[in-house]
């Protein structure tokens, strides 16, 4: 059974940095395309970060360019975000997600056949 198990969320001030991780289990997603995505309580989840299997493409949601970065380790089958300048406005559920076949629109969910369950970052001001 293909499991993606999302870790690091929390409680931080604004201005502070978070690490979020996912690991992949049940599956090798070293030819998957992974992403970052997140969701508001009455809002679309919404693209957050999407890498490439390969990690020649590499592409942000312009709310978080030059804040966030995505990385990914195919040895350890393991996706990461880190987050800086975190601001209250990026208080959300954030979901990791992969995609098991070739990726033709990286920033729609519907794209992404495996989901997360979800960790909680709530950013204080």
């Known amino acids: 059974q293909v499991q993606l198990v999302e870790s690091g969320g929390g409680l931080v001030q604004a201005g502070g940095s978070l690490k979020l991780s996912c690991i992949a289990r049940?599956?090798?997603?070293?030819?998957?395309?992974m992403a970052w995505f997140r969701e508001v309580p009455g809002k679309e989840r919404e693209f957050v970060a999407y890498?490439?299997?390969?990690?020649?493409?590499?592409l942000y949601a312009d709310s978080v360019k030059g804040r966030f970065i995505i990385s990914r380790d195919t040895a350890r089958n393991t996706v990461t975000l880190q987050m800086n300048r975190l601001k209250p406005e990026d208080t959300a559920v954030y979901y990791c997600?992969?995609?098991?076949?070739?990726?033709?629109?990286?920033?729609?969910?519907?794209?992404?056949?495996?989901w997360g369950q979800g960790t909680q970052v709530t950013v204080s001001s």
């Open positions: 890498k490439s299997w390969s990690g020649g493409t590499t």
């Open positions: 997600a992969a995609d098991e076949g070739d990726t033709y629109y990286p920033k729609q969910k519907d794209e992404y056949n495996y």
């Open positions: 049940g599956h090798t997603f070293g030819h998957n395309a």
